[in-house]
């Protein structure tokens, strides 16, 4: 049982793609863009045409992602379910992955060239303490899509590809850790200044985004046992009236509509095992009843859960 409901999507479950690099289990760079593509298929990208959709072989959705995900589109269009949103990443575009996010779909075009960087929260990129790294880890608390300019997108995926080149050496190269190191320093400079180009709210110090991020982690790990503020502003040690102003001003939502957002996420994520009951979801997720849970779920989403999962 415990092994059925382990639906997190490792590093390790990536599939591989024309030119993957693995370093320690704990970062993933991933491409395809030295695909050559049919002149059919080429012709009718170029048009902005759609091709045929393909996903991911052997998986099967939905997943919480157990690690950090950017993802740079250069040809064709990605579509990816996150939560309860719906995002289209069309060519020269990045969108930006934390863990813990549910991933209820994930497609692609034919033809779709593109690049992935994964990293495990444990990793030097996580932990890295320049201004640009701190930029994006305060961005990264939620899935963010980035339109760029085609001279940005191929400026950068040069850079991911000599970092490729010059790291693929097998794993006993002693310094391929020193390069990826120079390499995250190199990228996050580039992707914090896309962040920064977002259109934000004003006037949020710099507390209230630790707070929120830190508000938004705690979510992530304790929704299914706490649904109300008052657990998450004693964890921070702040008063529920506190959390409750700060967070729309980082976020633009409420807290407690962040709460109820990842909720219904891992419901979802069980209402996609076809061997749990609707008395057996609600139990996991830490509801009095299936009628409760059934109304919780209603009011979110506008369906009932067996609805959902027909």
């Given amino acids: 049982m415990e092994k059925r409901l382990d639906k997190t999507l490792r590093l390790d479950m990536i599939p591989p793609m024309s030119r993957t690099l693995y370093v320690k289990n704990e970062f993933v760079i991933a491409d395809n863009l030295d695909l050559k593509l049919p002149e059919k298929i080429a012709a009718m990208l170029s048009e902005g045409l759609h091709t045929r959709t393909l996903s991911p072989r052997g998986l099967s959705f939905p997943y919480r992602i157990g690690f950090n995900a950017i993802l740079f589109v250069e040809t064709g269009e990605v579509d990816c379910v996150l939560g309860d949103k719906v995002f289209h990443a069309r060519a020269c575009s990045v ?10 779909n994930l497609t ?3 033809g779709t060239r593109f690049l992935m ?3 495990n929260d444990g990793h030097l990129i996580s932990s890295m303490t320049i201004p640009s790294a701190k930029i994006i880890r305060a961005a990264m608390i939620r899935p963010i899509h980035i ?13 991911l590809e000599v970092t490729l080149h010059v790291a693929e050496g097998g794993e006993d190269y002693h310094f391929r850790e020193d390069i990826i190191g120079g390499f995250a320093a190199m990228l996050s400079g580039g992707l914090a200044r896309m962040i920064m180009e977002i259109p934000s709210k004003r006037g949020q110090s710099s507390r209230e985004t630790t707070l929120t991020e830190d508000f938004i982690r705690l979510v992530q790990r304790h929704c299914k046992e706490h649904r109300d503020l008052g657990f998450y502003a004693e964890e921070l040690c702040i008063t529920p009236k506190y959390l409750s102003r700060i967070v729309p001003r980082v976020t633009g939502k409420k807290a407690l509509g962040i709460i109820r957002e990842n909720v219904i996420s891992e419901a979802r994520l069980l209402l996609g095992e076809r061997d749990l009951d609707i008395q057996q979801i609600s139990a996991l997720l830490g509801f009095p009843s299936a009628s409760y849970f059934s109304r919780y779920f209603h009011e979110a989403t506008g369906m009932s859960p067996s609805k959902y999962t027909r």
């Fill in 108 to 110: 692609w075009e034919a």
């Fill in 147 to 159: 339109p760029i300019s085609r001279e940005r997108s191929e400026r950068y995926l040069r850079l």
């Fill in 95 to 104: 969108i930006m992955i934390p863990s813990a996010t549910i991933l209820m």
């Fill in 117 to 119: 960087i994964a990293y």
